[in-house]
């Protein structure tokens, strides 16, 4: 009994050096796949286009900027202000959202509007957040 | 006491390791595994099924998932730079070592992905590899070094640096056949293997846009600097390994199809893959042309690329969405641009159009990938020449060059003789790769074969009967072919039933005309030109070559061809010409009778009935006679192989006559 102990530790040391040093396949995100892992946080992937429906609200394209991924910044800069007194109306649109599919990094969420269906879709970014890539 | 704690930690350390290396060995579930499989499946269908295989795999079986396995080095722990990745021995089959180098190629996970574009365009100066961020590229992978610089097609096929080449895998290949010893072949096996499962996956990469149109994407998750490499591609994203499977079947693009089938190298198939996906497919940030007004693409730091574009597409004004008729009949969801702010904006993947781009995309992918398995393949011919009742049987493993193997060797294995399809041994071949067996028990009509095998390949002579006659040598006594083609022929000015021939000479043969033989290869040309007692012009030319199996028992060619020209009178008034012209494969033997007493030598090729087509590769025939009424022309056009009437036969008859 005493030597289970030092077997324990000795498999648990390793196995702690080995998770620090590498990482799995399914992290590695070395390919798609039919079923997304259940690790991926989908409470995460909705709060960031809860994010977005909150930023869209305010009408400010200065908020809805911090929403959008850095590609997307750049991409949108010179049209924000164009549609800035139809964000609020948008905001609400985006209301019927549901997520359509999503991989480890990116989620397209489906959305209709006067019985018209649209597409948006999000981003992961390092620091865990999901942001607006295109809309 | 103190030691016993050490034993046991040790212990419990080693315990971890073996049940982590037990687990992680068969992760081949996800994207790249699945294409794998089925080109794999392709492979087989394509040409191992095929009514006739490709040159180099005639008389090839298979067995991708038996129950043998080979060991050799494989990813056990994935990790994003080579020192947090493991490899480690393992067995695997030959289609998990393919599966495994779809998997494998992409470790370690970020050098890797920075090798595995090819833009066949060069797009951005004529760079092929990947320049899109390519600053952020070289600050991140490189410590701010230099770019390496390696395009998808070099790293996959050649290049020096990646030890799972196209060329590496080769030489395994070659190492394998060369070798006596059975298990470094096994062992060479499972690399050469692995080799092309790697290969397969860079071939399927030249499948996905974004990998052949200089579009980065976001690398590996939980890899802290990825953003720096743009946004995810939403065709790399939503891809589903179900597709590979689902759409496997779908119309392959006939240019790409015919392209690949006729391709000699794996560079061929590199570049028309990769150059299909890019003419024909956009990424995300890659769309241009005219849409609801111009679209320039995200990517803004190089020429647009020159096809696809939105205006050359059909765009459905009900569903947003441009569609793309492919040559092959799909029609693909190109992009759409519904915007709710403006009606239509900006075009856009979704993944309603990655699906569709996929089901085009697969078949094509599965199209490229059997094609390179075809051209991995060594061509190696095993022949029985000889199998007879006092119980010998000789042989030989004959290696041909091809566009990939354009070098000499000799398999030096060992062979395993079948008797009526029961194992009668195994012989080692000599440094020629000839092989005797002797003191075997064998009788009248037994049926001999000979077979090798490498890596689960396995390649099998032609069956011998076994018998005391030996055909090669009364071949060798025959000064005279004749090839007859009879049928119901259907002609320029009607069907008749009459034969189609290359006869021998009209008159007895000079020593100069007879056949000629070299080996298992024959020719014969006659010319003559003469004038008979009526001062009627004769002219006469025929030649004839072609070869026969080892062992005399199959032709395998003979092409002949014959023109007359009769002068009536020697004036040109009335003239009278023949043209015929018979190419033949693989005609089997149906009768040899040796010299004896007063029988002169003959061997006779026969085939008879329907299936006489499959022997027949060409015929031509032409008469022209011109005369006071003026001229007449018949030309052949078919024959009817179905012919109740007329059962079609062919006859080759090779005899002596001295």
Redo the contacts between chains.
């Keep these: 009994m005493p030597y289970l102990r030092s077997f324990m530790l000795g498999a648990i040391t390793i196995a702690v050096l080995h998770l620090l040093a590498t990482c799995s396949e399914g992290d590695g995100g070395s390919g798609p796949v039919d079923n997304p892992p259940s690790t991926i946080d989908i409470t995460a992937i909705n709060n960031g286009a809860q994010a977005v429906e909150d930023a869209f609200a305010t009408g400010d394209p200065q908020k809805v900027a911090e929403t959008l991924t850095e590609e997307a910044k750049s991409f949108y800069a010179d049209k924000l202000d164009e549609i800035q007194d139809r964000m609020a109306a948008f905001s609400k649109a985006i209301q019927s959202r549901t997520l359509k599919t999503y991989s480890e990094y990116y989620a397209e969420y489906s959305y209709t509007d006067n019985g018209s269906s649209y597409t948006l879709s999000l981003a992961l970014q390092e620091d865990g957040a999901w942001k607006l890539m295109r809309f | 006491m103190k030691i016993?704690?050490?034993l046991?930690?040790?212990?419990?350390?080693?315990?971890?390791?073996v049940v982590?290396l037990f687990l992680m060995g068969y992760?081949n579930?996800?994207?790249?595994p699945a294409i794998t499989e089925t080109m794999i499946d392709g492979f087989i269908d394509k040409f191992v099924h095929a009514v006739v295989p490709p040159a180099n795999l005639d008389n090839y079986t298979f067995v991708f998932d038996g129950n043998a396995t080979y060991s050799g080095p494989a990813i056990t722990?994935?990790?994003?730079f080579s020192s947090?990745?493991?490899t480690s021995t393992v067995s695997k089959t030959p289609k998990e070592w393919l599966k495994h180098g779809g998997?494998s190629a992409?470790?370690p996970?970020v050098p890797a992905a920075l090798r595995h574009f090819y833009d066949p365009l060069g797009i951005d100066g004529g760079k092929k590899y990947l320049t899109n961020r390519g600053t952020n590229w070289e600050f991140i992978i490189n410590n701010n070094g230099l770019n390496p610089r390696i395009d998808a097609k070099d790293w996959a096929l050649h290049h020096a640096d990646n030890s799972w080449t196209w060329d590496k895998g080769k030489e395994w290949v070659k190492k394998a056949l060369t070798t006596s010893d059975k298990t470094k072949r096994d062992e060479y096996m499972a690399r050469a293997w692995r080799c092309l499962g790697e290969v397969l996956h860079l071939i399927a990469d030249m499948g996905c846009p974004p990998h052949t149109r200089n579009d980065s994407h976001?690398a590996?998750?939980?890899w802290?600097?990825?953003?720096a490499l743009?946004?995810?591609d939403?065709f790399?994203?939503?891809?589903?390994?179900?597709y590979a499977a689902t759409y496997e079947g779908g119309a392959v693009d006939p240019a790409l199809k015919s392209s690949c089938r006729t391709a000699t190298s794996a560079d061929e198939v590199f570049e028309t893959m990769s150059r299909f996906t890019n003419k024909y497919f956009f990424t995300?940030q890659t769309i241009s042309g005219i849409g609801v007004k111009k679209i320039t693409p995200?990517i803004d730091d190089r020429p647009a690329y020159p096809s696809p574009k939105l205006d050359k597409l059909a765009y459905d004004a009900l569903d947003y969405t441009f569609y793309q008729t492919m040559p092959g009949g799909q029609r693909v969801k190109m992009c759409k641009d519904?915007?709710?702010?403006s009606l239509r904006g900006?075009p856009?993947i979704?993944?309603e159009c990655v699906e569709s781009q996929a089901a085009a995309l697969m078949p094509n992918i599965a199209e490229a990938g059997a094609n390179l398995i075809r051209l991995f393949m060594p061509a190696l011919e095993v022949s029985v020449a000889k199998a007879t009742p006092d119980g010998l049987v000789e042989g030989k493993v004959t290696f041909k060059t091809t566009g990939e193997y354009p070098d000499k060797l000799t398999y030096q294995g060992e062979v395993t003789i079948l008797v009526n399809n029961k194992d009668a041994g195994k012989v080692q071949v000599d440094q020629d790769g000839a092989f005797t067996v002797e003191n075997l028990t064998l009788a009248d009509n037994d049926k001999v074969t000979a077979m090798i095998s490498f890596g689960g390949v396995y390649v099998k002579s032609e069956e011998l009967e076994v018998s005391s006659l030996d055909v090669l040598a009364i071949l060798h006594e025959c000064n005279e072919v004749t090839i007859s083609l009879y049928g119901e022929h259907t002609f320029s000015d009607g069907t008749y039933t009459m034969p189609i021939s290359i006869p021998g000479a009209s008159d007895s043969l000079s020593s100069t005309e007879h056949v000629t033989w070299n080996g298992q290869s024959f020719s014969q040309t006659i010319e003559r030109r003469w004038k008979d007692g009526w001062q009627n012009i004769h002219i006469e030319r025929i030649t004839k070559n072609g070869s026969v199996s080892l062992d005399g028992k199959r032709l395998n060619s003979i092409s002949g061809e014959s023109y007359e020209e009769l002068d009536y009178g020697g004036t040109g008034e009335y003239v009278e010409k023949w043209t015929d012209k018979i190419e033949l494969q693989n005609v089997p033997l149906f009768s040899a009778s040796p010299r004896r007493d007063n029988d002169l030598p003959s061997v006779f090729y026969r085939a008879e009935g329907s299936g006489v087509s499959s022997y027949v590769m060409n015929v031509v025939h032409k008469y022209w006679r011109k005369d006071n009424s003026g001229t007449i022309l018949r030309e052949y056009i078919s024959t009817n192989w179905n012919s109740s009437k007329t059962i079609p036969k062919l006859e080759v008859q090779f005899l002596s006559n001295w």
């Design positions: 016993k704690h050490i046991s930690w040790l212990a419990g350390a080693t315990a971890y390791v982590a992760e579930t996800k994207m790249h722990n994935p990790g994003y947090t990745t493991t998997y992409d470790e996970e976001a590996p998750v939980g802290k600097y990825r953003i743009g946004d995810p939403p790399e994203e939503l891809v589903k390994p179900s995300n995200i519904k915007n709710w702010f900006y856009y979704d993944a």
